[in-house]
T-cell receptor, first 113, second 113 residues
Framework: EPEVTQTPSHQVTQMGQEVILRCVPI?????FYWYRQILGQKVEFLVS????????KSEIFDDQFSVERPDGSNFTLKIRSTKLEDSAMYFC???????????FGNGTRLTVT | GENVEQHPSTLSVQEGDSAVIKCTYS??????FPWYKQELGKRPQLIID?????GEKKDQRIAVTLNKTAKHFSLHITETQPEDSAVYFC????????????FGGGTRLMVKP
């Protein structure tokens, strides 16, 4: 069964540094997403991406965040200047179309020190 | 925006018993309600979903019911097994929000052998 893959599995960075989290969505999926989960809490929506542009974003997704699909396979989340409170598990997901099941990757655990 | 409340936050059952997890949502126009299972340190995995034109859906030991009038939906697991132990999240998609899932707070299910 095809899977969403994410790299790295764990990223440690210092406060103020830029990080890029990478994802390869399932190949025939058209919608891509980033969610985050602070340890022990619920999964929170960050952003959705369709047809090479952001379709929705949450209040969490401020100017420090950006997403990009630099080529035909990768989907990246960039945090420009990390803060301690950005420490969380970041999940990439994809779906065939809107309002269809989301398939999550295994996540990247981001630790900001 | 959409608000999803989930109860209980923890649930402990004996192996073989049934488990029921309940969620309420606020946006009456929401029309897609998935349930995800998340094992410790792993990604959320879709276990069942239901759309607003259906009142109940079943898949082997798992069933979901939806009451649109009351704006609540429930997950039912019968004949629970130790491997059912995990955190379960309900979710809903607000009206006109593409695939922007709003998750409930999660239920930690523990099945005691």
């Amino acid at each position: 069964e095809p899977e969403v893959t994410q790299t790295p599995s764990h990223q440690v960075t210092q406060m103020g540094q830029e990080v890029i989290l990478r994802c390869v969505p399932i190949s025939n999926h058209l919608y891509f997403y980033w969610y985050r989960q602070i340890l022990g809490q619920k999964v929170e929506f960050l952003v959705s991406f369709y047809n090479n542009e952001i379709s929705e974003k949450s209040e969490i997704f401020d100017d420090q965040f950006s997403v990009e699909r630099p080529d035909g396979s990768n989907f990246t989340l960039k945090i420009r200047s990390t803060k301690l409170e950005d420490s969380a598990m970041y999940f990439c997901a994809s779906s065939v179309q809107g309002e269809s099941p989301l398939h999550f990757g295994n996540g990247t655990r981001l630790t900001v020190t | 925006g959409e608000n999803v409340e989930q109860h209980p936050s923890t649930l402990s059952v004996q192996e073989g018993d049934s488990a029921v997890i309940k969620c309420t949502y606020s946006d009456s126009a929401s029309n897609y309600f998935p349930w995800y299972k998340q094992e410790l340190g792993k990604r959320p995995q879709l276990i069942i979903d239901i759309r607003s034109n259906v009142g109940e859906k079943k898949d082997q030991r798992i069933a979901v019911t939806l009451n649109k009038t009351a704006k609540h939906f429930s997950l039912h697991i019968t004949e629970t097994q130790p491997e059912d132990s995990a955190v379960y999240f309900c979710a809903a998609i607000p009206n006109n929000a593409g695939n922007m899932l709003t998750f409930g707070g999660g239920t930690r299910l523990m099945v005691k052998p």
